[in-house]
């Protein structure tokens, strides 16, 4: 379960629906996938210690992924592209927690990214609307 989540950030876009692309990727060698409801079960157990750890772990290989891709963007592109995000995702229900009030009035989280290439290396979730401008502890990890 764990390096099908794993897996599943590394190689995906941060949808839990991401999972399922593993099941048809053979470099990842992966034997049994679990779906994406499945999944998000698992992370609905998860505690603060359980969180820090993925945390590190992920950290840990996107530390060792990085050089090969800017190695390739560098020398596919001539450059190394760098993405700073900050995406609201719209809530609705009782299915969420923590959700904030946004800059359009509206209950939302506001997730902000930072890819280099196609890797994503960095992913926080607050809620509401929240000023992408302080990016810098986005990169603090890799």
Not at 51 to 62: D, K
């Amino acid at each position: 379960m764990l390096w099908s989540l794993i897996a599943s950030l590394a190689a995906g876009q941060g949808h839990l629906s991401d999972i399922n692309a593993l099941r048809c990727d053979p470099l990842l060698n992966v034997i049994e996938v679990p779906d994406s409801r499945r999944l998000g079960e698992y992370l609905a157990r998860f505690n603060p210690d359980n969180i820090s750890a993925l945390t590190q772990v992920t950290n840990e290989l996107s530390r060792q992924i990085a050089p090969e891709v800017i190695r390739h963007e560098r020398e596919s592109k001539g450059y190394i592209p760098v993405f700073i995000d900050g995406s609201a995702i719209e809530v609705e229900g009782q299915l969420f927690e923590d959700a904030g009030v946004g800059y359009n009035g509206e209950q939302q989280y506001w997730l902000h990214t930072a890819l280099v290439g196609g890797l994503w290396v960095s992913g926080y979730l607050h809620p509401g609307g929240v000023d992408v401008a302080g990016w810098t502890p986005q990169f603090s990890p890799v």
